[in-house]
């Protein structure tokens, strides 16, 4: 039996706020050029890397269902 989870449309439009994005872009852009991140920065953009593709994962299920 298969069950239908609601998303609702509100958490559908979030986004990671822009300094949020801006920090990730920071460390992975520390990362290409050569720098070896500490374990807390490793962590921190892993989390981060790890809600923007929830979050994309939920728009495109979002832009799925609306179609």
Do not use: C, N, W, Y
């Not at 990730?24 to 923007?52: C, H, M, N, P, Y």
């Not at 979050?55 to 979002?62: D, I, K, Q, V, Y």
């Amino acid at each position: 039996m298969s069950e239908v989870i609601e998303i609702p449309i509100e958490l559908t439009r979030f986004q990671l706020p822009e300094a949020v994005q801006e920090r990730l872009q920071f460390l992975l852009d520390r990362q290409d050029a050569g720098e070896t991140l500490t374990v807390s920065e490793r962590k921190e953009a892993e989390g981060l890397i790890e809600l923007a593709e929830f979050l994309a994962l939920l728009h495109l299920r979002s832009h799925r269902l609306t179609k």
